[in-house]
């Protein structure tokens, strides 16, 4: 019912910065906690950040400080500031809706994050 396309990956280098966005379908998007996980070749899926329908932000210790989640209900939009980028944030990265009380679960289909020199 959910269908989430996220843009924004690429290729860049040690210290630059890249913003993600997760464009969501339907009429409901303000309701729904969104997060962004990554997974990195041959390691698991690790979440990376999230943002509640309230607003309230949680982060990985690996990426605290350095980057940042947001959402803009009025574009059914949700964003990841990604600044300082080192080569272990290479990782294709994944945006993800919930809604436990819904048994809610969609997931996007992925762009690649590349940092590399």
């Known amino acids: 019912q959910v269908q989430l396309v996220e843009s924004g990956g690429g290729l860049v280098q040690p210290g630059e910065s890249l913003r993600l966005s997760c464009a969501a379908s339907g009429s409901a998007f303000s309701m729904y906690t969104m997060d962004w996980y990554r997974q990195a070749p041959g390691k698991q899926r690790e979440l990376v950040a999230t943002i509640t329908r309230n607003g309230s932000t949680n982060y990985a210790d690996s990426v605290k400080g350095r980057f940042t989640i947001s959402r803009d209900n009025a574009k059914n939009t949700v964003y990841l500031q990604m600044n300082s980028l080192n080569p272990e944030d290479t990782a294709v990265y994944y945006c993800?809706?919930?809604?436990?009380?819904?048994?809610?679960?969609?997931w996007g289909q992925g762009t690649q994050v590349t940092v590399s020199s």
């Open positions: 993800h809706a919930r809604w436990v009380v819904r048994r809610d679960d969609y």
